[in-house]
């Protein structure tokens, strides 16, 4: 079945410094990604959707300055949170789909903990 | 390999009856499983939960049933309402990992 790599699953960083976070389709090609961020018990905050080849689209309140989004290929999205603060802590999640604009068929990663000391 | 498995990737059902949707694991070092409700161009919106500790957590029309020795986990909504209609996402947690099924489609006739 499809599978999506996420990593790191964990990472430390201090405060000011800058972290990317991979997302690698690994058994289909991914037009579209998702990056997520998670709160504890909470929904998943969609934060951007990335199209291969072209610039992501960010939600409304999400930095693309800070959140750099890039999708270089089919298979690879990367996130990078610039210049991160404690508030940055939290866990983000990416999702790709082989059939953009599908209702299902969306297969995410696993995750990574990042915490910003 | 998929640790957490939606083998249905869509379901119907009638107005008013009882929405049924499976997720299967194999990780029985999972402690906490999620479900998620998802529309077009929406993130997924967090729905009901339960830990691995119970078997049964209801929440108005939503019952999550957990089988931990089947390692099976449902979500029955009951009455199926028009606006249910949506992708559900199970979800399983090790404490600093998620993994999820890839959804299954429900419609709800009216």
């Known amino acids: 079945g499809a599978v999506v790599s996420q990593h790191p699953s964990r990472v430390i960083c201090k405060s000011g410094t800058s972290v990317k976070i991979e997302c690698r389709s690994l058994?289909?090609?991914?037009?579209?990604m998702f990056w997520y961020r998670q709160f504890p018990k909470q929904s998943l905050m969609l934060m951007a959707t990335s199209n291969e080849g072209s610039k992501a689209t960010y939600e409304q309140g999400v930095e693309k300055d800070k959140f750099l989004i890039n999708h270089a290929s089919l298979t690879l999205s990367t996130l990078t949170v610039t210049s991160a603060h404690p508030e940055d802590s939290s866990f983000y999640i990416c999702?790709?789909?082989?059939?953009?604009?599908?209702?299902?068929?969306?297969?995410f990663g696993s995750g990574t903990r990042l915490t910003v000391v | 390999d998929q640790q957490v498995k939606q083998n249905s990737p869509s379901l119907s059902v009638q107005e008013g009856r009882i929405s049924i949707l499976n997720c299967d694991y194999t990780?029985?070092?999972?402690?906490?499983f999620l479900w998620y409700k998802k529309y077009p161009a929406e993130g997924p919106t967090f729905l009901i939960s339960i830990s691995s500790i119970k078997d049964k957590n209801e929440d108005g029309r939503f019952t999550v049933f957990l089988n931990k020795s089947a390692k099976h986990l449902s979500l029955h909504i009951v009455p199926s309402q028009p606006g249910d209609s949506a992708v559900y996402f199970c979800?399983?947690?090790?404490?600093?990992?998620?993994?999820f099924g890839t959804g299954t489609s429900l419609t709800v006739i009216p």
């Open positions: 979800a399983a947690s090790t404490g600093n990992q998620f993994y």
């Open positions: 058994d289909f090609q991914a037009t579209t």
């Open positions: 999702s790709a789909s082989a059939a953009p604009g599908g209702g299902y068929g969306y297969t």
């Open positions: 990780n029985s070092m999972f402690d906490y």
